[in-house]
């Protein structure tokens, strides 16, 4: 496949990780085999290019590491794997919690690089006062943020998702690439991105700020906010 | 742009790339065409700089499918990379923008004061350049169907209607530019207008009428959408004959115009009835030391093209404002 990566944005890409990336970070990435069951000729077309945009980043630094498993049932079970594809950041903030489930391309891949940043730093930007609220969740909270590549719009949901489960893991973040995945987006009506589903119960739609977004968690676990 | 493109929102912002202490010379409210314009001048004229955008760098520009009107692109720029040029050159004068919803602002002393949602910036001046978003449609389903077929941005939507019907309602450009765009991958657009003519470009209008998937319904009005979990049917009405008809369709896009985003400042300056931010011929608003640009004011164009003018000129007003201060 020809490279997704233009050579100046290779550049930029790599001088972001060399002047951010402090510890290691894993990329671990969950495909089918090759002729495996659950290929099709829809979600095959998206795979390569899953696979090409995660070698391609972690090839921009040594401390980035990629990890590829081909229907490995046993390490999809490990990791709650729910579809594939399936890209995983592991860092010493997060466990198995910050999970991107289809092509990380369009405006997505700003998403993946700052995510990057963030587990590698081991902390994240959100203000204080939402930190604290965060880390006060005890209970388990699952975020699915529909997207499509083309939405401007979304990275802030996914970013907000994301960086909630870097404060508590707890939460799982996770992003679903609405075209790729029919039956999810079916399931959840979405026909609008950003689209937000909180525990299977709390939806909405739209970019909000952080603590609307944290209040609606808080509503799906049905406490009163108190932060 | 392509679903397999890699796109760039930013470096990656963090809160210790603004300095709680300093007094900044401007602080830029939102990252469109305007706001960006004015971080290209103001960094220019060395003015201490910092730009805030909440959602997404670039403006609503960056929703547009291609842009054929910005001079200096003879063959169109698509809207994501034009944005994506204003960003790098602002970039390149004032340095990073940094993702950061403003939450009040309030002036004393002579000194504005940015609640942030991380942490307080204080500034001499202020350039609002906060943009404006969809009307929402004048139905009483509005709420219950927005997200269930009822959209105001096809790209990102569009992917939701491949071979579908859909409405798009509007007579302007940003209606004609989203009837375009959607025919790429629904199966039947319509057009609804209240006028018997369109308002967009005659260009448009050109490339609108030659689509074979597109159909028009002028003088229509939206009266109601039904469905029972999402958009199935749109009940119009004919303005002249007041017959009304029930078109089945699977989404409807609104384009009838936009509303500004004055949350910010609706207490602070005069506005228009329309809640647009009156400005004098320096974008200077009724308070002093704010200044406003683009579609957020009360400008009777609002195109890129005009967003940036004003951006210019907000930042030499500026100038003249710090002297006068200082003096």
Redesign the interface.
Known sequence: MEK??KEN?ET?VRQ?FEQ?LKDPVELVLFLEKDGGDRLNQFNEQYHQ?TEE?AKEISALSDRIKLTIYKGDLEKEKEYGVKNISALFIEGKNTSKNVVYYG?P???E???I??DI??VSKGET?L?AKIKEAVKRISSNVEIFVFV?????????AVRTAHQFAMENKLINGVMVE??EFPEW?EKY?????P?IVINKKVQF?G?V??DVFLNSIYEALGIKLTF | ???????????????KDFDKGVLYDIAIIGAGPGGLTAAIYAGRSRLNTIVLE???L?GLI??SDWVENFPGFPDGISG?ELGERFRKQAEKFVGKII?N?VMNIRKENNQFYLNT???EIRAKSVILSTGSEPVKLPVPEEEKF????I?Y?A??????FKDKTVCVIGGGDTALHEAIYLSKFARRVILLHRRSELRAAKMLQEELFANPKVELKLNSIPVNVLGD???EEIVIENVQTHQKEALQVD?IFGAIGEKPNIDLVKNLVELTEKGFIKTDVNKETSLKGLFAVGDVTDAPLKQVVTACADGAIAVTSVEQYIKNLER
Not at chain 2, 146 to 149: E, P, S, V
């Open positions: 997704l990566l944005d930029y972001l951010n290019y945009i092509m391309s369009g405006h891949f700003s998403s690089l700052e940043v963030d930007d203000n499509t590549p083309t939405c401007p719009y979304c990275p802030k609405a075209n987006s009506s979405v026909y609008t991105v689209k739609e970019a700020s952080e | 742009m392509n679903e397999f493109n890699l796109s760039f929102r930013s470096d990656v912002p963090r809160e909440k959602v997404s670039g960056i929703v994501e993702l919803e949602e991380k942490g927005r997200g269930k077929g959209s941005c790209t990102c939507d569009a992917a939701f979990k999402k958009v989404g």
